[in-house]
Every structure is written in C-alpha cells, then in structure tokens.
C-alpha cells in the first residue's frame, strides 16, 4: 500500500455537528422564547411586589410610632434645672396597649440619665452636632430582647426656668413587627394570588395565539399535500403571510427550475428514442434482408450496411452515455485538478491521428512552449477535445486541414480546434448545442449530441464556447469554423523566494 492510500484510509471525515441532526420545531422555539421570560420575570415580580409591600406596610406604622414620639416628647419638661415627666399611668397603659406587638418607650436626660420607660433599649448612634441640628422624629431598626424592633426617635429641646441653654432629651418609642407583616402578608397574598390564576390563562393564550398564528404553515402544507405529482404550477403568494413570502417565492423558483428540468428530460428522452429509432430500423431491415439473400454478395453488402448502422447505434449510446455523465458532473468539485492543457491536448490528438488519415485531412497541433496549467477534470476534458476533433473530421472535406491550438494571455487559457470545412451561419452558431439538432442540409454522419456534450462539460469547467469563422481559411466556398474554449487561470501561488515586505 503506498502512502497516500494508507492516507486516505487514515483519513476521516469530520463528524457532524450534533445540533445537525435534531429537528427543532418552530412552534416550540417561540414558545420557549415567550414563556421563558415571562417564566424568570414572575419570581421577579413576586420579590418586588414583597419589597414594595413591606414599603406600604411600613408607612401608617410609622406614622403612629411618630404620633407616640411627639406626644411623650410634649410630657417633657424641665422644673429647676431638672427633667421631669407629666405621663400618668393611664396613658403609659394606653401608650403601651397593643394585642399584637410589644410596645417600648424612653425618655433619657441629656447625660443619658434615665427619666421614663424601659432602661434596656438600645441607643441611637449619632453625633452630637447631629443632635442639635435634628428637629424631627427619625426611624430606625434594631433589637429589643433578641427580637426585631421599629423605633422612632427624637432629640427633644426643653428651655430652662432660669433662662439658660436648652436641654436636650430624648423620647424613643419601639414596636415589634408583627402586624407590619401581616399587613405585608396580605398585601402579597392580595397581589399574588391573582397571578396564580392569570398565569394559566396567559400560557394558554399564548399557546391559542401561537397555534393561530401558525395555521397559515400548516393549510400551506395541506395544499402542498393535495397537489398532484405532476403539478409545477406556482402557489400563489397572495394565499400566504407576509413573512412567509420569501420562502414561497423560494419555492416557486425550485418548481420552476424542477419543471424545465422534468421537460428537458422528457424532450431527451422522446428525442433518444426517435434518434434510435432510425439505427435499430435499419440493423432490423438489413438482416431481414441478408436472411433472405442467397448469393453471396448480396449478403456481404447487407452485413456491410448492418456493421455502419450498429457502428452508428453504438456512437449515439456512447455520445447519449457521455452527454449523461457530463450533465452529473458536479460543478467545481472535488474532481477537479490542476493539469497542463497542453499535454492533454496533445495526448487527445495523437488518438484521433489514425481518424485523420482516414479522412485524408491534414491534422495538426500547436502550443506554447510553456505548460498551460488550469483547474480540471482530465476525463471530461478528454471527451470535450474529441468531440470537437471528431465533428471537425466529418464536416472538413478530404484534402483540408484541422488545427488544435492551446495558448493563454494573462486571465485566460485558449483551446482552439479550427477546421477548413463549410462552416456554421452566424444564425445557426447557438442553436448547434442544441440537443440532436442538425443542420439542413449536411450531409455528414453525427447524432447531432457532441456540441451539446462540448458546452455541457465547459459549463462545468466555468468555459465559455464560442464560434467563429475560421481567419486563416483560403477558399470562400468553405469559410471553416473555429471553436475557441476560454478557461480561466487559476490564481498563481505565491512566491516563496519573494521576501515579505516590512513595514515600520
């Protein structure tokens, strides 16, 4: 085994990507897009509806905390220099009455001496200058007894008797926060009990709204279903949506494509059997004939015109065979290569020599000195160049000449067969790669298949065929024809020995 087979069996394809064979369906794809984001907002808006409803609930706490503040804080006074209170105990039990919470109440001196209420309550962290310019009840949260607590709070400005600076006392005021939470409670339980019972009706909107929106696929598939095999017609895209035009129109142009390919193949298939027809009828009449014959003669001329019909039978089958092959060939494929245009050329004209001294026809090859390298694939390049020599061969007269000439500019690479035969019309030049066409009036053997299989195979090779009249012939009454195949070069590789250019 040499190396490079040992390489091609080394070789493995890369594996698909796995997301390549699953099939995804659409409606599931914008259901998944809908729902999961309202899916992820709902715990969302539950965290935010609850941090919104502790902000409500807060709020007429508050306010009757502040309420209880500035009532003890008018009970402070000062009497000869001290700080006294005038809270009874009827209204320490109000102040303090409460089915729910714990209520907690301070009144401290300005050196934090204790005046009323609960001695263990926590202390406000402020500065003393924040003191003095504090005039309002402030809130806060914190712990009375290991359980969480609202307090509110203000620094209380008390004259003196004498005249002198103000004292500064403070009135606290603290609640537990168990009613805040069954107000917070049932402002969520108010705001997302609802939610539990739209949620499900949204999902099924959504679904309703997607199936709806979706139908038009579906009626489209069933009119696609109910079409019968051999309707090309076109859908019409005024039965669809807006958005799925695009691909309708898509549609329509692979329907219109797979019709001319369908009558193509049709019109191929009747022309190929008319056009064996003509052969088999006359292998069948011949050897009827020579079955009937009895002298010698004429039965070697009828096995004679039975050897020209099957000859003929047989080049029609290899030339529909070639025009098959060429027409399957995939387009700039992996088939094709870099190969020297000249060698091949050369290598065909060497086959058709013996074809040429049969006819008694000059045959002859010209190429530069250089290769003319180009992309392609050696087998159908063979079978184009030997149907341009061989429909040179049997339209040139005995005695004229046919030339096969390589060369190449800057852009292109030139195949040329030239002949000294009669020629084609300008007006016949397109219509003779055409499919079994013929032109009136020739004589010459042919199943009017090569010049189709020429351009089919340049097609694929990214060729242009183009006729002319042939500028070198002599004799006005046979003008020739060249054909001349222009291929594009290949881009030129770059050049290793050429230092980069540096930049800086």
Known sequence: M????????????????ADEDIQHSLFGEILDWMLAPLLLLWPMSIAITYLVAKSIANQ????????????????VRSVDGKLIKSLSGSARDILRADDIDNVYFQIQGPRGEHIDGDRDMPQPVIDDEDKTSAGGVRFRN?????????IAFAYVRVERDSGDDAQLALVQV????????????????????????????????????LARGLSPLAQLQERIRARSPEDMSPIAPTQVPEEITPLVRSLNEMLARLSQNIDMQKRFIADAAHQMRTPLAGMRMQSE??????????????????????????????????LARAENQQPAGGSL????????????VQDWVQASFAHRIDLGFEAPSLPVQISGNPTMLRELLSNLIDNALRYTPAGGSVTVRVRDDLDHAYLEVEDTGPGIAPGERERVFERFYR????????????????????????????????PRATNPKLPGALFRLSFPLPPAPPDEDTEPPHYG
């Open 142 to 150: 914190d712990a009375m007894h290991g359980t969480p607590v609202r």
């Open 439 to 470: 032109i009136l009036g020739n004589t010459a053997e042919g199943s009017g298949l090569g010049l189709a299989i020429v351009r089919e195979i340049a097609q694929q090779h990214g060729a242009e065929v183009d006729i002319y009249t042939n």
């Open 289 to 322: 004939l020579a079955l009937r014959q009895t002298e010698q003669g004429e039965i070697h001329r009828s096995l004679e015109q039975l050897a020209k019909s099957s000859q003929a039978a047989t080049r029609l089958v290899n030339q529909l065979l070639a």
């Open 337 to 348: 290569q870099q190969l020297d245009l000249s060698e091949l050329a050369r290598d065909v």
């Open 60 to 75: 007429p706490f508050d306010h009757a905390l502040e309420d209880s503040v500035t009532v003890l804080a008018q009970q």
């Open 174 to 209: 603290a609640e537990t926060l168990e009613k805040r939470a069954q107000l917070a409670n049932a402002i969520i339980k108010g705001v997302i009990l609802p939610q539990f019972i739209v949620l499900p009706v949204v999902l099924a909107l959504v679904w309703f709204a």
């Open 2 to 17: 040499n190396p490079s087979q040992e390489a091609e069996l080394a070789y493995q394809p890369p594996a698909p990507d």
